[in-house]
């Protein structure tokens, strides 16, 4: 009987572990049929451009993940990707691991080219954003892995400003990061950017225009624009009325407004003029006439809506100071 009884039980025991070898093989079918069915997508968008410069500015965007397992491994080897970075996927407008990957690299080599001849140009434009960590709405598996800040819309800028022969740079430091080491609160904020500007000044003594960018607050029925099929978020241009140079900065986004309602009638929302108690009432538009504040949509726009204003306002630059 007892003979009896542990056979039965071994029995059992190998049953289970055939269940678990069965379950175990599966899993492993179902998760490979996934990755086979993701390897023949073929990722697509109509802002070919965007994509460039998503991939150009990497380092600003993307949200490094640190997760290192095995199962992370298996799919960035599968796949030919890096998992933790996603947008590798735009590398090739990725078509998977039955075809033969061929890298984009001429893509990323003519970015390289056309930024170091820029190198060679004297800076006339400082594009900073005080408030850098203000977000955008994500849309899309694009930007799963991307950061949509209000500094994706600097970068926008720069590509166009640059592609019209007007050397532009963006402010890169960690302004929040500075105001955190010194101890300060929030609005100190304009503090430490109008310090970054005086260094930038001081280092490139060409720059003449800076534009201050940031994202606000507002509802997206306030920031959102719909024209003739393409959607838009809006702008607000803020002025300082504590400032002793007022109306040259008013003038100077006076011309800017204007342009841009011309080409896209209501594409901005107003001049917003600030002073008064709880307000900034300068913002750093004292350190030239050519000093401007725009905000570009509001918290829930997409990355495409800020994409399709940022162009016009690039188009309108171009023409103020080209």
Same mark, same amino acid.
């Given at each position: 009987?007892?003979?009896?009884?542990?056979?039965? +039980?071994?029995?059992?025991?190998?049953?289970?572990?055939?269940?678990?070898?069965?379950?175990?093989?599966?899993?492993?079918?179902?998760?490979?049929?996934?990755?086979?069915?993701?390897?023949?997508?073929?990722?697509?968008?109509?802002?070919?451009?965007?994509?460039?410069?998503?991939?150009?500015?990497?380092?600003?965007?993307?949200?490094?993940? +640190?997760?290192?397992?095995?199962?992370?491994?298996?799919?960035?080897?599968?796949?030919?990707?890096?998992?933790?970075?996603?947008?590798?996927?735009?590398?090739?407008?990725?078509?998977?691991?039955?075809?033969?990957?061929?890298?984009?690299?001429?893509?990323?080599?003519?970015?390289?080219?056309?930024?170091?001849?820029?190198?060679?140009? %004297?800076?006339?434009?400082?594009?900073?954003?005080?408030? &850098?960590?203000?977000?955008?709405?994500?849309?899309?598996?694009? $930007?799963?892995?991307?950061?949509?800040?209000?500094?994706?819309?600097?970068?926008?800028?720069?590509? &166009?400003?640059?592609?019209?022969?007007?050397?532009?740079?963006?402010?890169?430091? /960690?302004?929040?990061?500075?105001?955190?080491?010194?101890?300060?609160?929030?609005?100190?904020?304009?503090?430490?950017?109008?310090?970054?500007?005086?260094?930038?000044?001081?280092?490139?003594?060409?720059?003449?225009?800076?534009?201050?960018?940031?994202? /606000?607050?507002?509802?997206?029925?306030?920031?959102?624009? %719909?024209?003739?099929?393409?959607?838009?978020?809006?702008?607000?241009?803020?002025?300082?009325? %504590?400032?002793?140079?007022?109306?040259?900065?008013?003038?100077?986004?006076?011309?800017?407004?204007?342009?841009?309602?011309?080409?896209?009638?209501?594409?901005?929302?107003?001049?917003?003029?600030?002073?008064?108690?709880?307000?900034?009432?300068?913002?750093?538009?004292?350190?030239?006439?050519?000093?401007?504040?725009?905000?570009?949509?509001?918290? $829930?726009?997409?990355?495409? %809506?800020?994409?399709?204003?940022?162009?016009?306002?690039? $188009?309108?630059? +171009? $023409?103020?100071?080209?």
């Amino acid at each position: 009987m007892k003979k009896r009884f542990i056979v039965k +039980k071994k029995k059992k025991r190998a049953n289970k572990k055939i269940k678990v070898l069965i379950l175990l093989s599966l899993f492993l079918v179902a998760f490979y049929s996934s990755l086979c069915f993701c390897a023949r997508l073929k990722f697509k968008s109509d802002h070919q451009e965007l994509l460039n410069i998503l991939l150009s500015h990497s380092n600003s965007f993307i949200k490094e993940k +640190k997760d290192n397992t095995f199962l992370v491994k298996a799919i960035s080897y599968l796949l030919q990707i890096d998992v933790k970075r996603p947008s590798t996927l735009l590398y090739t407008g990725y078509t998977g691991i039955f075809k033969e990957q061929e890298k984009s690299t001429h893509i990323i080599s003519k970015n390289v080219e056309e930024k170091q001849s820029i190198l060679y140009k %004297e800076p006339r434009v400082y594009i900073y954003n005080t408030h &850098q960590k203000e977000e955008y709405q994500p849309s899309s598996f694009l $930007e799963y892995s991307v950061s949509p800040n209000v500094m994706l819309s600097s970068y926008i800028l720069k590509e &166009q400003l640059d592609k019209s022969g007007i050397a532009t740079i963006v402010e890169e430091r /960690d302004i929040q990061g500075e105001v955190s080491r010194l101890g300060k609160k929030y609005y100190y904020s304009y503090t430490v950017s109008r310090k970054f500007m005086e260094e930038a000044k001081l280092k490139y003594p060409t720059l003449e225009y800076f534009i201050d960018v940031h994202r /606000d607050s507002v509802s997206k029925n306030l920031s959102y624009l %719909e024209k003739d099929g393409k959607g838009y978020a809006k702008v607000l241009f803020i002025i300082g009325k %504590e400032n002793p140079n007022y109306q040259e900065n008013y003038n100077f986004t006076k011309q800017i407004f204007d342009l841009m309602e011309s080409k896209v009638p209501g594409i901005t929302r107003s001049i917003y003029e600030k002073a008064g108690e709880g307000v900034d009432g300068v913002y750093n538009q004292d350190f030239s006439p050519n000093t401007i504040l725009v905000e570009i949509g509001g918290e $829930e726009n997409t990355v495409d %809506e800020v994409y399709n204003t940022t162009l016009v306002l690039g $188009e309108v630059l +171009k $023409e103020v100071i080209g």
